[in-house]
């Protein structure tokens, strides 16, 4: 709203990006921890996640965390291969380094700030 509001104060054309965050939620009555590891890597990596409804983060039942994270770990490698470092995994990768380090820099803040 602050944004809109200041581009319309000064007649500034301006396009917002109003996507939410959208969690995917794993109850237990889930029966099939494969088909739903493939359905959420496909959302979350279409036009390299780069969509207004790529899940943003998985609540999962305590019953099926083990089991979820297990078949979440096999269908990335089946998309990516078990190497994401190499050089000829189709993973999408950050632009340059200055970005990659401007990301790591925000790990590290987020993490010293607990």
Known sequence: KIVARAAADT???????LGGKSPVV??????????MARRIMWGK????????VA?????????????FTKSLVKRVEEMFGAD???PMSPYSR?????????LMD????????G
């Open 11 to 17: 007649l500034s054309p301006v396009v917002l990006e």
């Open 26 to 35: 794993i109850d237990e009555n889930i029966p099939e921890m494969d088909v």
């Open 45 to 52: 990596t279409i036009n390299c996640g780069q969509t207004c």
């Open 55 to 67: 899940p943003d983060y998985v609540l999962c039942h305590e019953n099926h965390f083990d089991g």
């Open 84 to 86: 994401l470092s190499s």
């Open 94 to 102: 950050i632009v340059t380094t200055a970005h990659a380090q401007r």
């Open 106 to 113: 925000m790990v590290v803040e987020a993490e010293a700030a």
